[in-house]
């Protein structure tokens, strides 16, 4: 369950980091609900189209439309059980004509990605799991 797991661990996972740079807080991760039930907790992060030179997220470069989720079952155990994937969005979706983003989009996207993988959709796959290394 998200509130026994170590945050700071799971951003020791290289898999992790790269796609989260900053701290996590348990104030980033929202419920995931299927059918009424909360089936785990997930955080979702819009993506840039590209780094800089010195590995850093350019900014200047404008969102690519994917979107990094971790998501961790209720059930969770340990850090083994966290599953990151990747989805996306139409990339003038990510952001609100005002500039900031469109979190209620961003979200969406990642909800649908973690639904597909948790029913095992293949048909329609709109997710690509990320496997994670650890030790």
């Not at 996590?24 to 059918?35: A, G, I, K, P, Y």
Request: charged share 25%.
């Amino acid at each position: 369950m998200l509130g026994e797991l170590d945050l700071d661990d799971l951003r020791k996972i290289k898999q992790v980091s790269y796609y989260f740079r900053y701290p996590l807080h348990r104030r980033d991760f929202h419920d995931l609900r299927v059918q009424d039930q909360v089936r785990g907790h997930y955080a979702a992060k819009p993506l840039y189209n590209s780094l800089t030179a010195s590995n850093r997220v350019d900014r200047s470069s404008g969102y690519s439309g994917d979107v990094a989720s971790l998501f961790v079952p209720s059930d969770a155990a340990s850090l083994h059980d966290v599953r990151l994937l990747l989805t996306h969005l139409a990339p003038e979706r990510v952001e609100l004509p005002t500039g900031r983003r469109n979190w209620p989009a961003i979200r969406a996207a990642a909800e649908s990605g973690i639904r597909q993988m948790l029913a095992g959709t293949t048909a329609s796959q709109d997710y690509r799991l990320v496997p994670l290394t650890f030790g």
